[in-house]
């Protein structure tokens, strides 16, 4: 018996930080968006822990017991007194280190997956409770939609969408580091007062009038000129794709992947045509959102 489980990707179409809290994290408010590219976690019985993985950039994944799949195995077993003997593959899809969380989906569809397998019985708000110990990431990941993620994102509060949002995904050559994307955060923003973080309520109006042009005016994130500042290039990328015509440009998260917002699905086409021609990236997506989390296949 296998259980697979489908887990989408996420764009922040608000992403603002406050300064670091004692215990080194920051204080968020993050306006996530679930978006139609997808990891699947595939748990079958075994005679031990294990991982595999398969996919673009699937070198780059840990197969150890740092993977955040392996970590949500261990966690679901430990809670209900039993070993953690499955084997975990991955089929990834979702960017690796890119900013659109691939490893907290891997963690919450693995969650997921084990507790259909071993008949758990876990309760919702029982598994989003594992999933924040997990990362502040794996809570959304699990419950997918759009959503407003405070304290360091994990607390969810579900928003209302008036329709789908279709964006472009430049891949970059390299991976950013989350950590060292925040350490510059706080390197850049050292000498001044950082405001509280709050969400921007004309973007929670865009988004519930399923406006893009409104949503457009909106989106912002706050890491981005650390990611800049780490990865001068994704500044010829996001250009590209404000010339080619989307909406909005931003980088995704903590980066490095870039994010283009776009009236519709054509439009998303021709974005994507000119940043594949532009030669400023790697590799090229489209996808439209809000979708479901973890989802059993």
């Known amino acids: 018996m296998s259980v697979t489980v489908r887990v989408p990707a ?4 608000q992403l603002a930080v406050g300064a670091a809290r004692a215990d080194g994290f920051h204080d968020l408010a993050n306006v996530f968006l679930a978006v139609g590219l997808y990891d ?3 748990v079958t019985p075994a005679d031990g822990l294990r991982v595999t993985c398969e996919g673009p950039d699937a070198a780059l994944v840990p197969l150890d017991r740092t993977n955040l799949a392996a970590r949500a195995a261990i966690a679901l ?3 209900y007194g039993r070993t953690p003997d499955v084997h975990l593959h991955i089929a990834k899809d979702i960017p690796v280190a890119g900013g659109m969380a691939g490893g907290s989906a891997d963690g919450a569809g ?36 759009a959503a407003l993620g405070t304290g360091r994102g994990e607390k969810l509060t579900a928003l209302e969408t008036g329709g789908a949002f279709h964006w472009v995904f430049a891949m970059a050559d390299r991976g950013l580091s989350t950590p060292a994307v925040f350490r510059e955060f706080d390197r850049l923003t050292a000498d001044r007062d950082v405001p509280e973080p709050v969400a921007c ?58 994010a283009f917002l776009v009236r519709d699905a054509g439009s ?14 790697r590799a090229v997506r489209t996808a439209a ?9």
């Open 77 to 79: 077993a430990e809670r």
């Open 268 to 281: 998303a086409r021709e974005v994507a045509g000119a940043l594949r021609a532009s030669g400023t990236c």
């Open 110 to 145: 693995a969650l997921l997956a084990c507790d259909a397998l071993w008949g758990t019985g876990a309760s919702r708000d029982e598994l989003l409770e594992i999933c924040a110990e997990l990362g502040s990431d794996v809570p959304f990941s699990l419950v997918g939609g």
């Open 10 to 13: 996420k764009v922040n179409v």
């Open 289 to 297: 959102g809000p979708v479901p989390g973890a989802t059993l296949v």
């Open 201 to 258: 309520e004309a973007l929670l109006d865009a988004l519930a009038a399923g406006d893009p042009d409104a949503l457009a005016a909106t989106v912002s994130n706050d890491l981005q000129p650390a990611a800049l500042s780490l990865f001068p290039e994704l500044s010829g990328t996001l250009a590209a794709g404000r010339a080619a015509g989307a909406l909005a440009t931003l980088v995704s998260g903590s980066g490095p992947t870039t």
């Open 40 to 42: 699947e976690v595939t």
